[in-house]
């Protein structure tokens, strides 16, 4: 059943995209940067609704005020990251203008990728990371001047559940240079939608959004430890039994 049912998610998105990136790509140009992101929220509105009603992956949130409190403020939010979900269902849950850092491969994509391609995001070359880095400050700064909230996943790549992996410190850097503040989330998604993985489970996954992180005074450093310090003790509250010992 889990294979027909991730098959038939698989296929709707394979329909839906498509014919969705075209219909963005058409009207993209003649609407505004805000009112793009709009209608590319749709789709990730659209998935998050099939992702739960196909594969029966449902969802709550905690802390959803620490987000609403912060609403008028810079902010970058730096999330835990096991999967593709959080990657969709973010934009579709999160109330305000996300940009997002990404590889640029993703905009090779046919379709999703061209789409991408017209929205303010930051993408990056992996490969050259003094580059790398310049890019993630110089537009960082850019759209955060501009009333966007900047989404980084510290751990660069997704990663297995219940593992513990290296926290990279851009997000703390840009977050420490602008003055921006910072919010940590936890998620337990890579249950659901496993990385690398065709198949999709039934389950809950658990978002918890840690109060906002003032990088007033703080050093990269300093944020860095803080942040991934909340993020780490609270994925063990929320899936404690992927950090049991063994």
């Not at 998105?13 to 209608?39: G, H």
């Not at 990056?124 to 501009?146: D, E, H, V």
């Not at 198949?199 to 109060?211: E, M, R």
Request: aromatic share 10%; charged share 20%.
């Amino acid at each position: 059943m889990i294979v027909i049912k991730s098959s038939l998610f698989f296929l709707s998105m394979l329909v839906f995209t498509p014919a969705y990136a075209v219909m963005c790509i058409v009207i993209f140009p003649l609407i505004s940067a805000e009112k793009r992101y709009e209608l590319t929220k749709g789709w990730n509105i659209t998935m998050t609704y099939l992702a739960k009603k196909i594969c029966g992956i449902e969802y709550e949130i905690l802390g959803m005020d620490n987000l609403k409190a912060m609403l008028d403020k810079p902010v970058i939010l730096l999330s835990k990251h096991q999967s593709a979900w959080e990657t969709i269902a973010f934009i579709a849950l999160i109330p305000k203008q996300l940009c997002f850092v990404f590889k640029r491969e993703l905009l090779w994509i046919p379709f999703f990728g061209w789409a991408l391609a017209l929205l303010r995001m930051i993408h990056i070359n992996r490969s050259n990371k003094a580059a790398a880095s310049q890019s993630i400050a110089g537009q960082g700064k850019k759209y955060l001047g501009q009333g966007l909230w900047i989404i980084i996943f510290p751990e660069g790549t997704r990663t297995k559940v219940g593992a513990h992996t290296l926290y990279r410190k851009g997000g703390a850097r840009l977050a420490s240079a602008t003055k921006a503040w910072v919010i940590p989330i936890a998620h337990n998604a890579g249950h659901v939608w496993p990385r690398n993985s065709f198949l999709k489970y039934p389950g809950k996954v658990t978002i918890s959004i840690g109060p906002a992180i003032s990088s007033e005074n703080k050093s990269a450093e300093q944020l860095h430890q803080e942040t991934e310090k909340w993020i780490e003790a609270e994925m063990r509250v929320i899936d404690a039994p992927a950090y049991a010992p063994k």
